[in-house]
T-cell receptor, first 115, second 116 residues
Framework: AQSVTQLGSHVSVSEGALVLLRCNYS??????LFWYVQYPNQGLQLLLK??????LVKGINGFEAEFKKSETSFHLTKPSAHMSDAAEYFC?????????????FGTGTQLKVEL | GAGVSQSPSNKVTEKGKDVELRCDPI?????LYWYRQSLGQGLEFLIY????????KSGLPSDRFSAERTGGSVSTLTIQRTQQEDSAVYLC??????????????FGPGTRLTVL
């Protein structure tokens, strides 16, 4: 079964500091991985996705993630945090099903950005 | 363009009552998914529709849960005889279903269900 693990349920950074949110996957087949962000009382918004075309994936709002097979990781980074980045972030793996792809999510990481 | 919409945004019901949650996917999206987000279980898959068919219902937690989709568009998730453990945010997502494994799912804002 495919799964993802997010280390750190809460991460706090100062504004302008590096953001690093960790995600490790477990999969017997090449995984397809996603990062979603959820702002308070809103649905999930796609930040970026790994489709095997490139190991370094750039997303919206200055975020990027690097797929590292040797480390089974897909960590999310942003060079300089902004107050507006405060939200919950979910890593997910795509599991093919009947012509579609259901997502299996990690437990989420709440990002807090402090002045 | 319009995104995925869900109604109601909030629903408070009494234990034992039935509830219906509605999802309007993005126009033209043939794939539709229901997920549940709760404090205890996190984000979990419930059911997947391709057109009006549901090839994967494996995430429905009990036979009190059912869903249908009509006209390849609107979907309704029904919970019968609600229990307190059904309290959660129910999220709907849709996608174009072009590339099976890498399709982007677009999520609605969710319906917050509270069972008293």
């Amino acid at each position: 079964a495919q799964s993802v693990t997010q280390l750190g349920s809460h991460v706090s950074v100062s504004e302008g500091a590096l953001v690093l949110l960790r995600c490790n996957y477990s999969s017997s087949v090449p995984p397809y991985l996603f990062w979603y962000v959820q702002y308070p009382n809103q649905g999930l918004q796609l930040l970026l996705k790994y489709t095997s075309a490139a190991t370094l994936v750039k997303g919206i709002n200055g975020f990027e993630a690097e797929f590292k097979k040797s480390e089974t990781s897909f960590h999310l980074t942003k060079p300089s945090a902004h107050m507006s980045d405060a939200a919950e972030y979910f890593c997910a793996v795509s599991v093919p099903t009947g012509g579609g792809n259901k997502l299996t999510f990690g437990t989420g990481t709440q990002l807090k950005v402090e002045l | 363009g319009a995104g995925v919409s869900q109604s109601p945004s909030n629903k408070v019901t009494e234990k034992g009552k039935d509830v219906e949650l509605r999802c309007d996917p993005i126009s033209g999206h043939t794939a539709l998914y229901w997920y549940r987000q709760s404090l205890g279980q996190g984000l979990e898959f419930l059911i997947y529709f391709q057109g009006n068919s549901a090839p994967d219902k494996s995430g429905l937690p009990s036979d009190r849960f059912s869903a249908e989709r009509t006209g390849g568009s609107v979907s309704t998730l029904t919970i019968q005889r609600t229990q307190q453990e059904d309290s959660a945010v129910y999220l709907c997502a849709s996608s174009l279903a072009v590339q099976q494994t890498t399709d982007t799912q677009y999520f609605g804002p969710g319906t917050r269900l509270t069972v008293l």
